[in-house]
């Protein structure tokens, strides 16, 4: 008798974004800004294999002067069972931009770039979970300032028996 293989299920998943007041300075001591959300369910115990993406553009604007000018950010992924309390951090990234420039005469300077943040996670799960993206630190220098626009949030998951 043929055994029969059992095809894993995948499927994608699109999160939730947030369009929150964006701070020039937040430390370790003060409330992360949630930027984007994924769900995750699963009716039965089962193994999940998780690519998560987060996608954006992050917008500097500096005015050009004698001193440095600089954003600085630190992006968090987290893991919150529902049926806990507990998250669980799974990734962190940095964000740094600075220019320095020698120049006398004050300008303005707009960048805006793509930045893509990407994880595999494996979670055994029988309930729901979900994938928050914060940013936890933030430090602007006078003269510049940031923005973070086009957010998008999505999730390929595959069952495993």
Not at 8 to 13: M, V
Not at 17 to 31: G, Q
Not at 40 to 69: A, D, G, H, P, W
């Amino acid at each position: 008798m043929k055994e029969r293989v059992k095809i894993p299920l995948t499927k994608l998943i699109n999160g939730k974004v947030f369009n929150p007041p964006l701070p020039n300075s937040l430390t370790n001591n003060e409330k992360p800004v949630r930027l984007a959300e994924l769900k995750v369910s699963c009716s039965e115990r089962k193994r999940l294999y998780l690519m998560i993406e987060f996608y954006s553009f992050i917008l500097t604007n500096r005015i050009i002067q004698e001193k440095k000018n600089e954003v600085q950010l630190l992006f968090s992924l987290l893991r919150k069972k529902d049926k806990s309390k507990n998250r669980k951090t799974i990734q962190t990234w940095p964000f740094s931009r600075e220019i320095i420039t020698k120049t006398p005469e004050s300008a303005t300077v707009k960048v805006n770039e793509p930045i893509l943040l990407s994880v595999c996670d494996t979670i055994i799960l029988n309930g729901n979970a979900s994938y928050i993206l914060e940013v936890n630190r933030v430090s602007v220098s006078d003269g510049s300032s940031y923005d973070i626009t086009k957010k998008s949030i999505t999730g390929v998951v595959t069952e495993c028996q």
